[in-house]
């Protein structure tokens, strides 16, 4: 299915403003609109006029048809003067050139105080070099050392435009490498769907209050017992079901209408977790500690609700497991709610805690998901659901 020419258009626009580095605010203004009148067109909402056209192109210095023939000829006739600084990189990996080469010479030694100048302080004056003489050979120039990597992790500029539309141009740009063949963009998509939400993720943590970091396993529990073997967390895995209802429903006796659970909406409602954010540390005792997160060694309740499927799923085994921080909340939950009894904890490997790491993330793909359901782009948003 090839894209239509409004589509082509949308896309165009997200890959320009890109590479110019402008906001929706800065196009509005140029074409003498709203920025929500701008969104609006982005989205679906509302159609982009042959008028709108005619001043994009003018905004960007380029003939209309060249404009509307698709983002990657629309980004060669853009001027060189409209690219930003940094505009040119995009979602797609680039060649990074290599440094020129230097040609050797005296090195002269920096001030100890240059390096570390203040805003609106002068550095102070270096001191004359002594003068040589036909005696004295000179003094070579001592070479400066590198200064000590801080460990303070990088601030890193926020990469212009919101982060949703990362994810339209690069749906945006598989469907023009395809010639708008939806099938085959969307298999590339999956292709390449991890490194995506990494980059993604990446992009989200921008300003962040800390970076995040990948720690060794702990302790044996977490490691895995086989090369196709699992560790030791239990995972909750459902398999349950009403067996007086489901013996109802085999005899024809009643009907039910199922209800598919929507895995894409489950997804984004688990990052919301809190997830561990340090290195896990060793604790025994029953006492939970809300701001902290990891696994734990539990006795978990006698799960007597007929009705309602055990957070453990279908485990029958009895006596103690080491379950995850989500599932222990859940079962702290249902103690509260008098669906069971308050699991013992034995131990815990736990670390500093935040629900707030994969929010940004979050919100974004809800928003372009939300989104592509509206406008009925199955590219963008990829059904996937079970009973």
Request: glycine share 8%; net charge neutral.
């Amino acid at each position: 299915m090839v894209m239509s020419t409004e589509e082509t258009l949308r896309v165009t626009v997200i890959a320009v403003t890109h590479r110019t580095g402008e906001q929706q605010a800065d196009v509005a203004a140029a074409l003498g609109l709203t920025q929500s009148q701008i969104s609006r067109r982005q989205r679906g909402l509302a159609s982009w006029t042959l008028a709108d056209c005619d001043r994009l192109a003018a905004h960007w210095g380029m003939p209309v048809l060249d404009l509307l023939a698709g983002p990657t000829h629309a980004l060669t006739r853009l001027p060189a003067d409209r690219v930003a600084a940094g505009g040119t990189q995009t979602l797609l990996p680039l060649d990074i050139p290599a440094p020129a080469p230097v040609e050797p010479g005296p090195v002269e030694p920096a001030p100890a105080e240059a390096a570390r100048s203040v805003p609106g302080r002068c550095a102070p004056a270096a001191e004359p070099a002594p003068a040589t003489t036909a005696t004295t050979p000179p003094r070579r120039a001592p070479v400066a050392e590198p200064a000590p990597a801080s460990s303070a992790p990088k601030r890193v500029a926020a990469p212009a435009g919101p982060p949703a539309d990362r994810v339209r141009v690069r749906v945006g740009h598989e469907l023009s490498v395809h010639g708008g063949d939806r099938d085959a963009a969307r298999a590339a998509l999956l292709k390449a769907a991890v490194p995506d939400v990494m980059e993604l993720f990446a992009a989200s943590r921008v300003g962040g209050r800390y970076e995040h970091s990948e720690f060794p396993p702990t302790a044996g529990i977490l490691k895995k017992a086989s090369q196709k073997g699992a560790d030791q967390i239990w995972e909750g895995r459902p398999k349950w079901r009403a067996e007086e209802l489901h013996r109802a429903a085999r005899a024809g006796h009643v009907r039910l209408d199922v209800t598919a659970l929507d895995m894409n909406a489950a997804y984004l409602a688990a990052l919301k977790t809190w997830l561990p954010i340090g290195k896990l540390v060793h604790s025994e005792g029953a006492d939970h500690n809300p701001k902290r997160s990891g696994v734990h060694r539990v006795t978990p309740a006698v799960w007597e609700m007929p009705d309602l499927p055990s957070p453990l799923g279908a485990r029958k085994e009895p006596g103690d497991l080491w379950i995850t921080e989500p599932t222990l909340r859940l079962l702290l939950r249902c103690a509260k709610l008098g669906f069971c009894e308050t699991p013992v904890i034995h131990e815990s490997w736990t670390s500093g805690a935040s629900e707030g790491l994969l929010e940004k993330m979050r919100r974004t793909l809800t928003e372009v998901r939300k989104e592509a359901i509206a406008n009925g782009d199955d590219v963008t948003n990829e059904p996937r659901s079970t009973a």
